[in-house]
Nanobody, 119 residues
């Protein structure tokens, strides 16, 4: 199983980035996908979630209205479009998958991608 994030980097306040997470090794279209982030010295927080078919999304309060999560099940990929970035959005962003298995739930994490917002 692999979840590989990309698209992080340095951006000025007010700018935009698009993160991607390409998955393999599991039945992607059966899994809810989430983006989390963790800033230095802070707990990991949920940024956004999208259902398996992409019909429903939800966002953390700090990013609502600025970030958009989407997915392409044909490409086993989930995306996070981040607009109007603020310095407080600086964090490592992680892709997360949760889905069914016999008798329980599978949970997978990516390795993270760094986002820095600074002038």
């Amino acid at each position: 199983v692999q979840l590989v994030e990309s698209g992080g980097g340095l951006v000025q306040p007010g700018g935009s980035l698009r993160l991607s997470c390409v998955s393999s090794g599991f039945s992607f279209s059966s899994y809810f996908m989430r983006w989390y982030r963790q800033a230095p010295g802070k707990e990991r927080e949920l940024v956004a979630v999208i259902t398996s078919a992409g019909g429903s999304t939800n966002y953390g309060g700090a990013v609502k209205g600025r970030f958009t999560i989407s997915r392409d099940n044909a490409k086993n990929s989930v995306y996070l479009k981040m607009n109007s970035l603020k310095p407080e959005d600086k964090a490592v962003y992680y892709c997360h998958a949760i889905g069914p298995r016999v008798g329980g739930t599978n949970v997978y994490w990516g390795q993270g991608t760094q986002v820095t917002v600074s002038s």
